[in-house]
């Protein structure tokens, strides 16, 4: 029996038009500069490598310039409904633009998993120079 995961959610405020940034969340080239080593795309299958340890994951959902959602693999196979997804919001006042990063894991790793998706997306920061 497999524990239930929870969903957590992060903001973070970025320095760029949702055009600009986009292209980092949705595209290999885009994904490789921060995310992971490398990315391989075959239609909707992603391949992520990081330090030569490979990762399939499935776009699942996409909107261009809003969000793009992922599913691994074996949520995938094991019929999961978890998944990452990047999601570009606008405030209609001040036009700011923020990331906001959704992801599941197991309840004791929720603190380690933010620590982590911090250090990836403070990488996307310094890459989009934000």
């Known amino acids: 029996m497999t524990n239930e995961k929870v969903k ?3 903001e973070f405020p970025v320095k760029a038009s949702p055009s600009m940034l986009f292209p ?12 992971s080593d490398d990315v391989n795309s075959r239609g909707e299958k992603f ?11 499935y776009m699942v959902g996409k ?15 094991e019929g999961n409904k978890y998944y990452f997804e ?15 990063v959704t992801d599941y894991c197991d309840e004791d790793e929720v603190e380690e998993e ?3 998706w911090e250090s990836q997306v403070n990488e996307l920061l310094h890459t989009i120079g934000s």
């Open 8 to 10: 957590y959610e992060l």
């Open 47 to 57: 391949t992520f490598i990081w330090d030569g340890d490979e990762r399939t994951a």
């Open 24 to 35: 980092f969340l949705s595209t290999p080239s885009g994904l490789s500069e921060w995310f």
């Open 114 to 116: 933010k620590l982590l």
């Open 86 to 100: 990047f999601r570009i919001v606008v405030d209609e006042l001040t036009n700011d633009a923020s990331l906001i």
């Open 63 to 77: 909107k261009g310039d809003k969000y793009i959602r992922f599913r691994w693999e074996e949520d995938e196979d």
